[in-house]
C-alpha cells in the first residue's frame, strides 16, 4: 500500500484524497486515510454516508479503521433524539446491526436522557421503521439509572405489548449490576409485580455471567430471600460444571458455596472428570483449594476420584493430610489418592512438610509407593 505522507496536510485534504481513492476502488488505501481523519469523516459526511462506510470497511476486514470511525461517530453525536435514531437506523441499514446497538449504549450512557428524550427517541426509531431499536433504547437507557427508573422504563414496554422485551430489559440491567438484584426483587414486589421476580432470576441464572451470579447469589443469601434463593439454585444448577465451578470457588460467603455443592456433584461424572484432569480448571491455587476443600468436607463419599486425586497432586502439605483424614473418616479407599500424591514432582519437600506436621506415617507410606512405581 503506497500512500503520501499526510502529517503536515489539511484534514480536508486527506479526506479529499481519500474520496478519490474510494471512487477509484482503491479500498485499503481509502480507509487508512479515512482512519487518519476519523473525526473529519465523523463531523463532515452525512450519518448514512458514514454508516455505509463503516460498514464496507467491517466487510473489507478493515476493522481497526471501522472501529476508529464509529469511535468518532459516538463521540460527535450530541443529545438530541432525531440525529441519535438516524445515526442508528443508518448503520442498521449498513449492514452492521450490533454496531447500531453498541452505538446506542454508548451515546445513552454518555448524555443521561431524560425521559421526555428516550421517548421522542422511539417515537424516531419507530417513524423509520426501527421498533427493534426503540424498545433496545430503554434498555440502554436504563443501564445506570436508578432501580425505581428501570421498572418505570419496564413498565412502558410492557404497557406497549413489548412483554419479553420489558422482562429483558430487567434481566440485562441486573445482569451488569447484580448487586442491586435484592433492590430489584424488593421494588417488584412493593410494585405488586411479585409475578416477574422468578423470570427475572431465572434469566439471569440462564444467561448472567459467572461472576455475576456468584455477586447475585452472595446478596440473595445475605438478604435472607430464601424462596429466591432456591429459585436461583434451581437453574444454576442446569449450568455446565466448569460454570458452577467458578461460581461456586468466587462467591463471598460461605453459606452460598456449600449451597452449589449438590449441583456441583449431581453433574455428569465425565463433565466433572474432565474439569479436573484437563485445561478446563482455569482457577487461582486459593480458588481450586477451595472448591475442592468444599466438595470434600461436605460429600466425600461423592467425590470423582478425579477430583480426590486431583487435589492430592497439587494442595499443600496440610492440605493433603486433612484430605486423607477426611476420607479415611468417611472409610473411602485412599489408594488413588496416594499415588497422584505420590507420583509428585515436589515429593522430597512433600515428604519433609509431612514430617514437620508429624504425619510421619503417611510420609513413610508415600515414599514406599514411589519406591513401588520406581520413582
Sequence with gaps: MQLPDTSYWSGHRVLALAEQYEQEERLEECFELYRRVAHLVATTLPADRTAALIGRMMTAGAVT???QVFHEIVETCGPHPSS??????????????????????????????SEGELESLAAYLNAGRRSELAVYAFTAAARNKPVSTVLRYSAVLRKRGHSQSALDLLVSVVAGRPEDAGALVGALRKANREHEVEPVLSGLATGASDGACAVLLDCLVKDGSHADVEVLLDVLGRRPFASLASIASTVDAADAATMLVPALLAAPMAEQTAYFTSSQAELSSSQRGRLAS?????????????????????????GLVWLVERLQEARIPLDPVLAAAAARRDFTTLREALHRLGAHQLSYRLAGLRSEFGL
Design 84 to 113: 441519535t435514531a438516524y445515526t442508528a437506523s443508518a448503520l442498521m441499514s449498513a449492514g452492521v446491526p450490533d454496531l447500531a446497538y453498541y452505538f446506542l449504549d454508548a451515546v445513552l450512557a454518555k448524555y443521561q436522557s
Design 294 to 318: 468444599l466438595l470434600v468436607a461436605s460429600a466425600p463419599e461423592e467425590c470423582p476420584d478425579a477430583l480426590l486425586s486431583w487435589y492430592a497432586g497439587w494442595a499443600d502439605p496440610s
Design 65 to 67: 479503521a471501522a472501529e
